[in-house]
């Protein structure tokens, strides 16, 4: 008995040691007009097994690079859409530049860091205060995710103020969402979902 692991390595798993061995095939065919319809044959069934995928626009386009790598570039064939180099799957990914700089409030996160630092780039006027309202009404929402204590709405003003260097503050007749507000959704959905047992219980004893 021959076990799988004595015939080689598949050099792409996922499309299985038929196709692999299929392709190995077409590399022996010396006529070349019989080898190029052996590898669409071979193309038509490598997209068999990935019927969910044809409606990406450069389908095709893979599988064709997918069955240059198995033949390890040595296919002698027209390829529909250039032949691939094996030069370009050493070529590096560009380097992933990461955020350094720190997070003043953890609790507050990243975010409302970075719409502060937009907010105190708007001019004066009623579309800047909007944006501050809302800053604060999301700090507010992040503290209360982290903290579920009611929190007094002059602590989430002041702690605006304080990163911001002092200069978003809140106008008269700003308010802030109520706390029940913020997290009443999920308060409500548990009611409504165990008033509706209740109904059920009810109706299943009136049934009995």
Not at 3 to 12: A, E, F, Q, R, S
Not at 63 to 78: N, Q, T
Not at 192 to 206: G, M, R
Request: glycine share 6%; charged share 30%.
């Amino acid at each position: 008995m021959e076990y799988p692991t004595h015939k080689g390595k598949l050099i792409m798993p996922e499309y299985g040691r038929n196709i692999q061995q299929m392709v190995e095939h077409a590399l022996t065919i010396e006529d070349r007009e019989e080898r190029t319809r052996c590898v669409h044959s071979i193309i038509h069934t490598m997209g068999n097994l990935f019927p969910y995928l044809r409606d990406i626009s450069d389908f095709k386009h893979k599988l064709w690079d997918h069955l240059a790598i198995m033949s390890d570039f040595k296919l002698d064939i027209d390829f529909p859409y250039g032949e691939p180099e094996k030069s370009s799957l050493e070529t590096k990914p560009e380097r992933v530049e990461y955020l350094t700089k720190p997070i003043r409030c953890m609790h507050y996160g990243r975010i409302v860091d970075e719409m502060i630092e937009k907010a105190l780039l708007y001019e004066e006027g009623e579309e800047k205060q909007a944006l501050v309202c809302a800053i604060a009404n999301l700090m507010k929402r992040n503290f209360l995710l982290w903290n579920k204590d009611v929190v007094e709405d002059s602590k989430i003003w002041a702690d605006l103020l304080a990163l911001s260097g002092g200069k978003l503050k809140p106008t008269e007749g700003d308010k802030l969402w109520d706390a029940k507000d913020i997290l009443g959704n999920g308060v409500k959905k548990n009611n409504k979902n165990q008033q509706n047992k209740k109904k059920n219980n009810n109706s299943n004893k009136n049934n009995k």
